[in-house]
C-alpha cells in the first residue's frame, strides 16, 4: 500500500510540475497572442503599414545582394581537395583552353566530297565573327615547328633537310644533330598558330587540294602521317575518327564520324564569374572574349545545320553550350509557375468562401499570398545583408514558403470559423483575439521547428545548400510574422466589409437585402468537413479501421524501407539538357561512335626536386598505366625523355641519377625537340624556358591520362580515390612535396562522394530538431514523439518511392527533400497540438482535432500540389523532381499527420491540457472592458 501511495504521489508530482510548467510558457504565450490579436482587430491598417515598412526595411539588405554564379563556390565543398587544387592551378598554371567541337557522320566520312563539305564548315566557322571578336583573337596557340609550314603543295622534290628530319624522328633529331645556334634560331623564328585538329590537317586545310583529293590518297595519308604537317607535332589522327573499319592488313579504310576541335584561350587570371557566369551556376571558367566568339560559333553552326545534307549529319559543341542550356532550362519555366500560383489563390478562394457577392474572401486571399512575397524578398534582404549570396536553388524557396504560408492562412482561418456562438457575440478585434490565441501557438510552433530544422542544414558543407538553408530559415519565420501581422490585418478588413454589407469584388458597392449568417452549425459545414467527420466516426476511429490504419502503415513502410535502402547516389549533368536539345544529340552520338573516349584528367607536382624524384615519377605512372580496370591510357612524358636522354645522350636512365645541371639542360633540350615538344605546355618554371639554356625551376609539371567511362557513381568514385591513392603511396617527397590528381569531371564526382551522406546527414539532423523543438513548445513527451514518428515514417516513404520512381540522390533531391521536412512538420503538428487542447475521451478528442483543423492541414498539402501541378509539365529536370517529391510528401505527410496520429492518439494519447493560467491584471480589465461572455479557465 505504501508503495502505490509513493508511486501515486510521484505522478501527481509530475503533472503538478507539468502544469506549472505549461502555465508560465504556453499558456503565458497564449494570452500574449490574445491580446495581440486584440491590436489587430483595432488598429488593422497600422499593421499593414508597419508590416509594409518591416519589409522594406529588411530590404534595404538587397543593396548588398550578390548572387553566386561562380560553380566552385556553389556546388563543391570549400574545404575539399578538388577546390584546393583548382586553385592552386588557377593560380600556378595560369592558363588553359576550351574546346569547341564539330562531329560529322556519315556512311564514310573518308570520302572526299565528305571532307569538302566538313572543310567548307570549317571555313565559315574560322571567319565566322561577333562584335568584331575572331577565332584568331581567342585562339589558344601552339607554336609551328615546321618551317614550310606556309607551302601549298608538297612536291617529294622540294622536300628540304629539315623536312625529312622532322618527319623521320626515330633516325634523326635536330635539336640534338645540329647546332643550339642553329637549331635555335629556326625554333625562335617558328610561328605560333591557332590549335585546332582535324584530319584536313593533312593537306593544311588547303581548299584546292582537298577538291581534287581522291580516296586512296585519304587513306594513304591517314594511315602513313604521324606527324602534323601544320603544327610539325607528333599526333594521333585515329582518335578524332568514329566507327572505324580495317582491312586483313590493319589499314583503315573506312569511318562513320569524324571530330573536329577548335580551342579558345583561357587566362585564369581575367576570369570573372560575376561576368560570364549564369544564373544556374553551369558555366566553366572563361573571359568576356572567348564567351563571345563561343556564342558567334554557335549562331554558324546554327546556320549550317538549318541546311541538311544527303546522308551527311551534323552535330556540335561549344564550351558554352552547356552552361547555357541548364541554366535557361532551369528557368524556362517560370511561366508554369506563375500559373501555378494563379491556380492557388483561386482553390484557396474557393474554400474561404461563400459564394455570393458578399462573402468572397478575395481580401484575406491576396493578403495571404502576398505574405509569402513579402517574407521571400525580406529574406532576401535580411540574408544579403548578413553577406550570404542568393545562388540558382534558391528559385525553389517561394514553394517552401508558399506550402507554409498557405497552411497557416488554413490553420488560422479554420480557428477563426470554429468560433463558438458566444465567442461570435464579442466585438470584432475580440475575435481575432481569440482567432490568434487558437492558432497563435500552433503556427508558432511549426515556424520555429521549420526555422530550427532548415537552419541546421546551414551546417552542411555543400556551399549552395548551405545558403538556400539560411534563406529558407529567413523566409519561414518572415512568413510567420507577417501571417501573424498583415493577413490577419487583411481579414478584419474583410470582416468589416462584410459587417458593412459590401460588394467583395466592388467594395464601392452596397449589397440590399442581404442577410449574413454569424454561425453555422457543424452539420451545416463544408460538405468536405462532414466527409471528413463521416470517415473518421465510423472508419478510421472504429476498432477494425485503427488495426487496418495501423497495419497498412505497417506494410506501406516495410515497402518503402526497402526501397530506401536500395536508393542510390546518382547524377548525371545531361539530366539538366532539355529533351531534342542539339547539345544532348551531340553527346549521344559522341558516346556512340567514341565509346573509348574516356575522361580526361592530368597529374600534378608542384616544386619538386625533379632531378631527385624523377624516377619515382615515372614509376607512379607505370603503376597508373597498370589500373587497366580503371585507366584507359596515360600520355607521360617519361618514357619520351628517357627515350631522348638514353639514346642521344647515353644517361642509362632510369638505372642512373641525373646530377641537377644535366636534368636542366636535358628537360630543356627535350621540351623544344620533335619528340618532347609536345609536352611544353604540360610544365612552367620561375622563368620562361628559353631554346638552348638550362631549365630554372620547373614550378608546376603534369602529365595527362584517361579514366575509363563509368556507368556507376560507385565506379567513378573507386577510380577517383584508388589515383589518389596510388600517388599518396608514391615517394614523391621533395621540395614542396605537392602532388595531386585534377580532372574537371571532378567536379560532379566530389559532390557525388559526399551528396549522399549529407542528405541524411541533413533529415536525421531536422528530425532531432522536430523532436526537440516540439518537446520545448508543446511540453507532453508523448505527442512530440508521435509527432517525431509522423515525420520520420514521412521521409522514409518519401525517400523509399523515389526509389521505385527512378529517382536519385542528387543535389536536387536533396533540396527538396529539407522543404519537405518543414512541410511534414506542419501536418503532424497542427494535428498533434490541437489534440492537446481537447477534452472528451481519446476518440472525441482525436474527432474533434479532425473537426477543427483535419480540412485546414489537408486544404494546405492541396493548395501546394495544385500550385506545383504545372510543373508536372514542365521538361526541366529540377522542375520534375521537385514535382515529383513534392507530391509524395503531401501525400504521405498528410497520411501520416491527418490519418495516421489521429489513430496512434486515439490510442494511447496523452491527458488534454486543463491548466487556468494566472492573468495580468490588465489582459483582466482588457477581457473585462470588452465584456467577453467566456470563462477564464477556457484560457
Not at 571532307?115 to 565559315?124: I, S, T
Amino acid at each position: 500500500m505504501a508503495s502505490d501511495f509513493d508511486s501515486k504521489s510521484d505522478t501527481e508530482g509530475r503533472n503538478k510540475f507539468g502544469r506549472l510548467l505549461k502555465l508560465y510558457t504556453i499558456d503565458k504565450l497564449e494570452v500574449c497572442f490574445f491580446r495581440y490579436g486584440v491590436l489587430i482587430g483595432n488598429h488593422p491598417w497600422r499593421f499593414i503599414v508597419l508590416s509594409i515598412c518591416l519589409a522594406l526595411v529588411c530590404c534595404l539588405g538587397l543593396l548588398k545582394f550578390r548572387q553566386e554564379k561562380h560553380p566552385m563556390k556553389l556546388w563543391i565543398p570549400p574545404d575539399s581537395d578538388f577546390a584546393r587544387d583548382t586553385d592552386w592551378i588557377m593560380a600556378e598554371f595560369r592558363e588553359g583552353y576550351r574546346v569547341q567541337s564539330l562531329l560529322v557522320t556519315a556512311p564514310n566520312v573518308l570520302e572526299p566530297q565528305v571532307l569538302q563539305k566538313v572543310l567548307e564548315m570549317r571555313n565559315k566557322i574560322y571567319a565566322s565573327q561577333l562584335d568584331n571578336t575572331t577565332f584568331e583573337d581567342v585562339c589558344f596557340r601552339i607554336p609551328v615547328v615546321n618551317v614550310n609550314v606556309g607551302r601549298r603543295k608538297r612536291e617529294e622534290e622540294d622536300y628540304n633537310i629539315l623536312d625529312r628530319i622532322t618527319t623521320n624522328l626515330l633516325n634523326f633529331d635536330p635539336s640534338v644533330h645540329l647546332t643550339p645556334k642553329m637549331y635555335c634560331g629556326f625554333v625562335e623564328n617558328f610561328p605560333r598558330r591557332c590549335y585546332e585538329r582535324s584530319i584536313l590537317e593533312f593537306w593544311s586545310y588547303d581548299e584546292e587540294v582537298v577538291n581534287n583529293l581522291d580516296r586512296e590518297t585519304v587513306i594513304e595519308m591517314l594511315n602513313t602521317t604521324n606527324v602534323s604537317p601544320v603544327y610539325g607535332l607528333e599526333m594521333e589522327y585515329t582518335s578524332l575518327l568514329g566507327g572505324i573499319e580495317r582491312n586483313s592488313s590493319g589499314v583503315i579504310v573506312k569511318a562513320t564520324s569524324l571530330l573536329s576541335t577548335w580551342m579558345v584561350h583561357i587566362n585564369f587570371s581575367q576570369v570573372d564569374m560575376d561576368e560570364i557566369g549564369n544564373s544556374g551556376g553551369t558555366e566553366d571558367f572563361s573571359t568576356g572574349p572567348g564567351m563571345t566568339w563561343e556564342q558567334s560559333f554557335i549562331n554558324t553552326m546554327e546556320n549550317i545545320t538549318k541546311n541538311k545534307f544527303k546522308d551527311i549529319n551534323v552535330f556540335y559543341e561549344a564550351s558554352r553550350s552547356f552552361g547555357d542550356l541548364s541554366s535557361a532550362l532551369m528557368f524556362q519555366d517560370f511561366d508554369k509557375i506563375i500559373l501555378g500560383v494563379f491556380l492557388m489563390f483561386f482553390y484557396v478562394l474557393y474554400v474561404l468562401s461563400t459564394f455570393n457577392w458578399a462573402e468572397l474572401k478575395i481580401l484575406p486571399t491576396s493578403g495571404g499570398l502576398a505574405c509569402v512575397g513579402l517574407a521571400f524578398f525580406s529574406a532576401c534582404g535580411i540574408c544579403s545583408a548578413l553577406d550570404i549570396s542568393y545562388g540558382p536553388v534558391h528559385t525553389s524557396l517561394p514553394f517552401l514558403l508558399m506550402g507554409i504560408g498557405v497552411d497557416d492562412m488554413f490553420v488560422l482561418m479554420a480557428c477563426k470559423n470554429n468560433l463558438s456562438k458566444d465567442e461570435l457575440k464579442n466585438d470584432l478585434p475580440i475575435q481575432i483575439g481569440l482567432t490568434l490565441r487558437h492558432a497563435g501557438i500552433s503556427i508558432a510552433i511549426t515556424s520555429l521547428t521549420d526555422m530550427i530544422a532548415t537552419a541546421i542544414g546551414g551546417t552542411t558543407i555543400l556551399p549552395a545548400l548551405e545558403s538556400f538553408c539560411y534563406f529558407a530559415s529567413a523566409g519561414i519565420f518572415m512568413t510567420f510574422v507577417y501571417q501573424c501581422t498583415f493577413f490577419l490585418a487583411f481579414v478584419v478588413l474583410d470582416e468589416r466589409r462584410l459587417a458593412d454589407n459590401r460588394n467583395s469584388v466592388f467594395p464601392c458597392l452596397k449589397l440590399k437585402n442581404f442577410k449574413r449568417i454569424e454561425y453555422k452549425e457543424p452539420e451545416n459545414d463544408s460538405f468536405f468537413k462532414s466527409l471528413l467527420q463521416y470517415s473518421f466516426s465510423n472508419v478510421f476511429l472504429t476498432k477494425v479501421g485503427k488495426i487496418l490504419v495501423i497495419l497498412f502503415t505497417c506494410v506501406l513502410t516495410g515497402i518503402n524501407l526497402k526501397g530506401m535502402l536500395q536508393l542510390k547516389q546518382k547524377f548525371d549533368p545531361k539530366w539538366f539538357l532539355p529533351q531534342g536539345s542539339e547539345l544532348l544529340q551531340f553527346y549521344t552520338v559522341r558516346n556512340e561512335m567514341y565509346p573509348y573516349s574516356g575522361q580526361d584528367a592530368r597529374i600534378y607536382f608542384g616544386k619538386l626536386n625533379y632531378s631527385a624524384d624523377l624516377g619515382n615519377i615515372c614509376k607512379f605512372a607505370d603503376e597508373l598505366s597498370a589500373e587497366q580496370d580503371i585507366i584507359l591510357k596515360t600520355d607521360s612524358f617519361c618514357d619520351d625523355f628517357y627515350y631522348y636522354a638514353n639514346k642521344y645522350y647515353r644517361k642509362d636512365l632510369p638505372n642512373k641519377v641525373l646530377s641537377d645541371e644535366d636534368f636542366s639542360s636535358l628537360i630543356s633540350k627535350f621540351l623544344y625537340s620533335p619528340r618532347g615538344s609536345k609536352y611544353l605546355w604540360n610544365f612552367r618554371f620561375e622563368e620562361e624556358l628559353k631554346c638552348g639554356q638550362p631549365a630554372t625551376q620547373i614550378t608546376v609539371a603534369s602529365f595527362d591520362f584517361k579514366f575509363k567511362l563509368f556507368s556507376e557513381p560507385e565506379e567513378a568514385l573507386y577510380a577517383m580515390n584508388r589515383v589518389k591513392e596510388l600517388l599518396r603511396l608514391s615517394n614523391i617527397t621533395s621540395g614542396d612535396g605537392f602532388k595531386t590528381v585534377w580532372a574537371r569531371i571532378f567536379a560532379h564526382w566530389v559532390t557525388d562522394e559526399v551528396i549522399q551522406e549529407e542528405m541524411y546527414r541533413n533529415l536525421a539532423l531536422a528530425c532531432i530538431c522536430v523532436m526537440a523543438t516540439t518537446t520545448v513548445m508543446i511540453l507532453n513527451i508523448s505527442v512530440c514523439f508521435w509527432i517525431f514518428v509522423s515525420v520520420l515514417l514521412t521521409l522514409v516513404n518519401v525517400c523509399g518511392t523515389m526509389f521505385y520512381w527512378g529517382l536519385t540522390v542528387d543535389i536536387v533531391s536533396c533540396i527538396a527533400l529539407v522543404i519537405a521536412v518543414g512541410l511534414c512538420v506542419d501536418y503532424a503538428a497542427h494535428v498533434g497540438h490541437t489534440f492537446l487542447k481537447c477534452h472528451g475521451s481519446l476518440n472525441e478528442r482525436a474527432l474533434h482535432t479532425i473537426n477543427n483543423v483535419g480540412c485546414a492541414v489537408i486544404n494546405g498539402g492541396t493548395s501546394t500540389l495544385i500550385a506545383l501541378s504545372l510543373l508536372s509539365l514542365s521538361k526541366a529536370y529540377v522542375f520534375q523532381s521537385f514535382f515529383k517529391i513534392f507530391l509524395l510528401v503531401v501525400i504521405y505527410g498528410l497520411f501520416h499527420g491527418v490519418i495516421l496520429l489521429p489513430v496512434v492518439l486515439s490510442c494511447i494519447g496523452p491527458e488534454a491540457s486543463t491548466v487556468v493560467p494566472v492573468l495580468s491584471r490588465k489582459s483582466k480589465n482588457l477581457i473585462k472592458s470588452k465584456k467577453l461572455p467566456v470563462q477564464l479557465e477556457e484560457f
